[in-house]
DNA sequence: GGCATATCTTAGAATTATTCTAATTCTTAC
DNA sequence: GTAAGAATTAGAATAATTCTAAGATATGCC
């Protein structure tokens, strides 16, 4: 599938710099849990991988440190109908494929044109800045 | 945008007894409320107007009888990021435009080869059942 | 029609994910 | 080294939804 590669923590403090957050070591941690298990964890999953390598964090912290990441474009946010939301550190352009049977997700990858093709459905003055396409359904076994 | 036309509540009993549920009075108002006005309501602004008409039903109702019509497919539900669940009888395939400076939310038809493309999109063994496209952007005024 | 059974409705309690609050700790700039 | 702003923490608060248990309604069968 062909990760994103993580970056380091000079580039990460960067990206956050860029919006006006600053870097720390649960940013840092978080940020690598996310991009060292691409599943599309919840906040509750992050936290308890996150606890393995710094006991002490806090959920409130781990909820803080993904809004950070998602606001400086390091990860995006997922959300299947009510479910918890999701984390993915993918940042290429792609859709997501929710399982129905087991729950995971997977990204699939999706040519350049499809999405223009999407925008261009829009009646005139629709200025869409993200467009989100979701399956759902089975996957081969 | 060529609505669906409201169907009579003969047929609403025989869509749900399709699923294995009855027709109750709840179930015609909320269904009526739906198709009256296709503004996408949560679940409590439905239950506020059905009360209009029937002033003892229950917020508990509400959810169950939109669960039922979601159940035997004459409503579909609409999640945009964590807010709450919203509720639309439009059928025919299409996308939602969700405005970020008014909330509001818009149907986008769409061409019906479209899907089938995004569908192709799947490595082999996928099989969606269902594909849900959602554009997040400004409507202009 | 009358009874047994299953379904539906209701009010309120419970749950779940998330956000808020207030106190403390850490950074950064001067 | 101190002041000011950010970040972290634990726990309380919130919002949407689901669950529970009771009563009401409807349906099928004799």
Do not use: W
């Not at 996310?34 to 393995?52: I, W, Y």
């Not at 829009?122 to 869409?128: D, F, Q, T, V």
């Amino acid at each position: 599938m062909e990760p994103t590669a993580q970056i380091s923590p000079a580039a990460l403090s960067q990206k956050l710099a860029g919006s006006g957050l600053r870097n720390t070591p649960q940013r840092e941690v978080v940020y690598s849990v996310l991009v060292g298990k691409r599943d599309h964890p919840t906040a509750d999953e992050v936290f308890a991988r996150v606890k393995a390598d710094m006991p002490t964090i806090s959920l409130a912290t781990v909820y803080n440190c993904l809004e950070a990441l998602v606001q400086c474009n390091l990860v995006r946010q997922v959300n299947f109908e009510r479910g918890p939301t999701r984390y993915c550190p993918n940042l290429h352009p792609h859709a997501h494929f929710h399982d129905e049977a087991t729950g995971s997700t997977y990204d699939i990858d999706l040519p350049p044109g499809l999405l223009e093709q999407l925008r261009n459905q829009l009646p005139s003055g629709y200025r869409a800045s993200d467009v989100e396409i979701t399956f759902r359904g089975r996957a081969a076994s």
